[in-house]
């Protein structure tokens, strides 16, 4: 029989990481979902059982986070997968963003995943197995979204971190995969979940452009289902091999292709300079 892990959920109210924990306690898998109120989850989910354990976690606290792996363990004995999706969406050009925006969104989408990464690597180095799925997004392999550059620059901190994390990881058994949703039909882009500049700047008609069709029209219109990507994780979850790159949904392989283009064009562009260096 198939021995049935441990998962950690972050982000578990809404979205991507309510359709997972759903989706992995209809399969009969034990599920720590995490969220800022933990009354969200008990509301959408249930109350802590030997299946469920709902948990409020502030992800930009160390200390909260390592309470919360702690009381995981304790409650179910050990921790297997662990999901970094907590995170939200801030739109604004680099001019426009205030200081503190920009920091807020990388102490929760950077700063934050790295806290779980911290807290979680003891159990699962001492055990000697376990997977990490950190959820990046398409916007953390391809930036070139006008007034998107502060949350996509977070997005590609977690790549980069996850890449290094793969090969720090793996002689204990642990697999690190970085995954880049494209456009998925949850509530990421709706107004009550994504932030716009306190202080936008009209003369950024590109990035006023872009924010409107996210809010307008992309929102409620994304061609990708979430449930179907929860699918898909708790099938990588179970590979011997897993990748550290997953492209995951409708579109992502046409911005993979249009990056190397770009790369490509540029690097072969500027060759003579690129190797005018030699000494």
């Not at 590979?239 to 997953?246: A, G, I, T």
Request: glycine residues 8%; hydrophobic residues 40%.
């Amino acid at each position: 029989m198939e021995t049935k892990k441990v998962w950690f959920v972050t982000g578990a109210s809404k979205g991507l990481g309510f359709e997972l924990v759903k989706k992995l306690l209809s399969e009969g898998f034990q599920v720590a979902a995490t969220s800022r109120t933990v009354e969200s989850l008990i509301s959408t989910i249930g109350e802590a059982s030997e299946k469920f354990l709902p948990l409020s976690v502030n992800i930009k606290d160390n200390d909260d986070i390592k309470s919360a792996i702690a009381k995981t363990v304790k409650h179910f004995g050990r921790i297997d997968v662990v999901v970094n999706n907590a995170g939200y969406g801030q739109i604004g050009t680099l001019e426009e963003l205030t200081d503190e925006e920009a920091r807020e969104n990388y102490a929760v989408n950077v700063f934050g995943t790295l806290n779980v990464i911290r807290n979680a690597m003891p159990y699962l180095r001492e055990q000697g197995s376990g997977n990490i799925f950190n959820i990046s997004s398409v916007g953390g392999y391809s930036a070139n979204f006008p007034g998107w550059g502060i949350y996509c620059s977070t997005k590609f901190a977690v790549a980069g971190f996850t890449e290094a994390l793969a090969e720090e990881v793996k002689d204990f058994g642990i697999h690190a995969t970085v995954v880049y949703p494209g456009y998925f039909r949850t509530d990421f882009l709706h107004k009550d979940s994504v932030r716009t500049p306190s202080n936008p700047i009209q003369a950024y008609e590109a990035a006023r452009n872009s924010e409107q069709a996210h809010l307008n029209e992309i929102n409620g219109n994304q061609p990708n289902d979430p449930v179907k990507a929860a699918d898909i994780l708790i099938r990588i979850s179970k590979e011997e091999n897993p990748p550290v790159h997953l492209l995951l949904g409708v579109g992502t392989m046409e911005f993979l292709n249009n990056k190397i283009d770009i790369l490509k064009k540029d690097a072969e562009k500027w060759e003579n300079l690129t190797v005018s260096t030699a000494i």
